[in-house]
């Protein structure tokens, strides 16, 4: 079987004439992609082609009883039911801000909650999907770095989430599911240190058979976990997203500290690599406005220089502040000013709207409820005091 296949019973289901099951876990059909799909049919006896109708019913149809998938035959249906579920997590708590931003928290089967965001505008809908329970990597802004770290979501969980966004809009606006026509792995998680979920849940979100999403329309969003970014460059080519947040390595140890490991020119140069065969297409940086912090004309033109190599948009984010938090918002003039200064000197640089801030659906502010293992929340709340790298507005 593929590695793709989340569950441990799915490489060692014993089917005794075919038929018979162990007590062992069902293997959860929501999380297989094409390829792993393909692999549990062959492990079965049946056709490859199978994975292709089942695909279909699932994530086109959204049905969730295998029983009800009427061009497979009744026989393999009871055979699948005897191995096989579709397990959907459920939504136990959701809202919309007035912008139209909405809002679901999802709980695991663990109990562990995990936050979903769709982002309508007038061009297009962009669901914001999670990867982690938490975050091992504790960027100082980050509200869910904040709370610590639970586990990796499997594909199921992550996909679940684009299928019960997918359901949960077609019944509100009444339309076709269609709403969503762009999927950013942006929210809960370092998406890159979940590598095989991920990879295998945006194959899903690619494929014809399921949402069929552009690779345009897909963005991973990393905050520069290196070696994984070469990976990912071998095994699929969606759009990309840097959180940079800082021009150089003095001020990124601290608000980004994974740059302790692996240093803005590492970065770079792992960024050149991305698009390398396609010149044609862009990373986006993005870079979150902290008053007084990185926000002054001489960290823009330090920004210039680092990126003037790459070809990058640029997306300047107005922080979205949350409890406990030591920064500010950079104001609107200095946020004209700095993108004044990357415009002139040739950039594409966008001010990101910030969207859903009353339900603290903004970029930064999701939390769930995490059952943090690694107790990050509690020192940090006691260090926060004496932190040295106060911004200015605290010195
Ligand atoms: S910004 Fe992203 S990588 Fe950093 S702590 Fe938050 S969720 Fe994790």
Known sequence: MST????????????????????KPKINLLGLDRKAMQDFFISIGEKPYRAEQVLKWIHFQGIQDILQMTNVGKALREKILNIAEIQIPTISYESTATDGTHKWVIRLMDGNCI???????????TLCVSSQVGCTLNCDFCSTGKQGFNRNLTSSEIIAQVWLAVRSLSKKQGSHDHAITNIVMMGMGEPLLNFDAVVTAMNIMLDDFCYGLSKRRVTLSTAGVVPAMYRLGEVTDVALAVSLHAPNDE?????????KKYPLNDLMQACKAYFSKDKRRYITMEYVMLEGVNDQPS????????????????????FNPFPSTIYKRSSQTTIDRFQKILMEAGFNCIMRRTRGEKIDAACGQLVGQVKDRTRRSERIKKSIASTSYAPTHLK
């Not at 936050?115 to 809908?125: A, D, K, L, N």
């Not at 001020?251 to 500290?257: A, G, S």
């Open 4 to 23: 793709n296949c989340n569950t441990t019973s799915c490489q060692d289901s014993p089917l005794i004439g075919g038929v018979t099951i162990t007590s």
């Open 115 to 125: 936050e979903t965001v769709f982002i309508p505008s007038e061009t297009r809908g």
């Open 251 to 259: 001020l990124r140890n601290i608000l980004v500290p994974l740059n």
């Open 299 to 318: 960290h823009a033109e330090q920004l210039i220089s680092l990126l003037k190599d790459i070809r990058v948009k640029i997306n300047l984010i107005p």
